[in-house]
């Protein structure tokens, strides 16, 4: 696959993240206008509600695109998902007979306010990157006992809340919570003091499930990629997650990148999982390549500062895939449906400054981090811009997520003051 040239100019660069080749699903609008559906190509939005309007896209009986969310694409299921992408392929395409047409239905990037681009109907978030569940193991364990006994057979998750994620751009306040004190039996509410990021890739369920599926089938079912920022409280956490998991620690806020990046413009950078330490159960065994070879990094910019990359992963890195965890997730015959988004787990590489959290990069803040500024960072500070970017590189071509950013507003005096 090499780069596929468009009508639009700016689409035609290796550095462009939305070359036609992409083709990404967000929702925008402009001026306050009503959000609704739109495709990043090159840096302008085709407007595919309007598209739709003027009968430049007619795929389904009823009009799809004219909503503040894709769901009801993705509910259509995989042979639409096919048809729509062909069709934006051929209205976008150099040469193509519909540029007078679509011309109009251009906006640019820089003048749209982006939307969350899906309802989120559920979110899960998964543990499954082995060199963070080692890293953090050995933290709160100690080496000997770093990974739990379930880890190497089932990708472990928890239920988390659809109503915390967040589009990118949207600021973060520092939650209070309920911290270990000086002893059991005396613990405090304050204000986090261990406020992390958590770097991850977020996969969106396209098609309903009603019973166990297979981990083939759990790949048909996925719908798109995001790049996820899964904040976390560690010191709430650390206090709370026994026995049943974190809870108030991940739950003020989850944010997501606002371009759905499809497993169709993906596919050509599939890779394997890693080789299993110990051989899996057979529903939980994949028979294909169903990671994606996606370069990540983590951005950190204090206030009126510039930013400093602080991680650098892939990824490829990962010891379950989103279709293994899926497949795991559908086991007990817990329904699943459109929108359902499931974070991979936090990315972390085998090196220092290849690990997904400043949990890990400060190693639990006794080895602070240094910003290009000069600056040091434990954890995140009051005023931190943090921001997650993906790509997936190509030849003379890539497949960019766009920015996963989000800024830490300082807490507020007393959250029950009303
Ligand atoms: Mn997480």
Redesign the pocket.
């Known amino acids: 696959m090499t780069l596929l040239k468009s009508w639009v100019a700016s689409a035609n660069s290796a550095a462009c993240p939305f070359p036609l080749n992409n083709l990404p699903y967000g929702v925008f609008s402009t001026g306050g206008d009503d959000p609704r559906c739109g495709v990043a190509i090159g840096d302008q939005i085709l407007d595919v509600a309007a598209a739709e309007d003027a009968g430049l896209i007619d795929i389904s009986e009823g009009p799809l695109f004219d909503v503040p969310f894709w769901n009801e694409v993705m509910e259509e299921g995989p042979e639409l998902w096919a048809a729509l992408r062909a069709r934006l392929t051929e209205i976008l395409a150099e040469g193509s007979a519909d540029e007078a047409a679509a011309k109009d239905m251009l906006v640019s990037q820089a003048e749209a306010e982006m939307h969350l681009p899906f309802l989120v109907s559920e979110f899960t978030?998964?543990?499954a990157s082995k060199n963070h569940a080692t890293n953090v193991g050995t933290m709160f364990r100690g080496a000997e006992n770093a990974l739990p006994p379930n880890w190497l057979h089932i990708p472990i998750g928890y239920n988390g809340r659809a109503s915390s994620v967040v589009v990118s751009g949207t600021d973060v306040r520092r939650p209070w919570g309920q911290l270990k004190g000086p002893n059991d039996d005396a613990p405090r509410f304050a204000p986090c003091a261990r406020w992390d990021l958590?770097l991850?890739m977020g996969a969106i369920v396209g098609t309903a499930s009603d019973g166990p599926v297979t981990v083939a089938e759990a790949d048909e079912m996925i719908f798109g990629y995001v790049l996820l920022n899964?904040w976390?409280a560690r010191d709430i956490q650390a206090w709370e997650y026994q026995p049943l998991g974190?809870f108030q620690a991940?739950a003020t806020a989850t944010s997501i990148s606002p371009w759905i990046v499809t497993k169709a413009a993906l596919d050509p950078f599939r890779t394997d999982t890693p080789e299993r330490e110990k051989e899996l159960l057979a529903h939980l065994k994949d028979d294909g390549p169903m990671l994606y070879d996606i370069d990540l990094q983590i951005g950190l910019a204090p206030e009126g500062k510039d930013e400093s990359i602080i991680a650098r992963t892939n990824y490829s890195e990962m010891y379950y895939s989103s279709a293994q965890q899926l497949a795991h997730h559908s086991t007990s015959g817990c329904p699943m449906t459109p929108g359902d988004l499931l974070?991979s787990?936090?990315i972390s590489g085998a090196e220092k400054d290849q690990r997904g959290a400043l949990l890990e990069l400060s190693w639990g803040g006794k080895e602070p981090i240094k910003l290009d500024t000069g600056e040091e960072r434990s954890f995140l500070e009051d005023g931190d811009t943090l921001t997650l970017y993906g790509a997936a590189k190509g030849e003379g071509y890539m497949i960019g997520f766009g920015e996963c950013a989000g800024k830490t507003l300082p807490a507020l005096a007393d959250p029950y003051e009303r």
Do not use: H, L
Request: glycine residues 16%.
């Open positions: 978030d998964f543990y958590e991850e899964d976390s974190p991940k974070g787990g936090t």
